[in-house]
């Protein structure tokens, strides 16, 4: 079974970094798989923030994070980053890691939920 256990929330003050990881069992980074960053703000959809695939070689973010959000992997530990920088009240929010077989990436728009399949439980992120 595919796994995927996210870590590194927390509570920042506006302008800082926060360094989420996400773990994954079941399935090998390496081999191709799409993994990506979603985020859920209460009273809100769930938006993708950034994805990663090809073994790391191709990475796409939405435009709202584009700048001060890196998605990276670490194919020794399969495990999957998402560095967050120059943090905003506005990136307040749970975050999850999910993956999929495939992924489609389109410039300035984040991953899309309906095309992942598999999702972690989520960590919080606050910004005050």
């Known amino acids: 079974d595919v796994q995927l256990v996210e870590s590194g929330g927390g509570s920042v003050q506006t302008g800082g970094s926060l360094r989420l990881s996400c773990e994954a069992s079941?399935?090998?980074?390496?081999?191709?798989?799409?993994a990506g960053w979603f985020r859920q703000a209460p009273g809100k959809g769930r938006e993708g923030v950034a994805s990663?695939?090809?073994?790391?070689?191709?990475?796409n973010y939405a435009s709202s994070v584009r700048g001060r959000f890196i998605i990276s992997q670490d194919n020794a530990k399969n495990t999957v980053y998402l560095q967050m920088n120059d943090l905003k009240p506005e990136d307040t929010a749970m975050y999850y890691c999910?993956?999929?077989?495939?992924?489609?990436?389109?410039?300035?728009?984040?991953?899309?939920?309906?095309?992942?399949?598999?999702w972690g439980q989520g960590t919080q992120v606050t910004v005050s």
């Open positions: 999910a993956a999929a077989l495939a992924c489609s990436v389109v410039a300035g728009r984040g991953p899309m939920v309906a095309e992942f399949g598999y």
């Open positions: 079941g399935y090998r980074h390496s081999s191709g798989v799409c």
């Open positions: 990663i695939r090809d073994g790391g070689a191709t990475t």
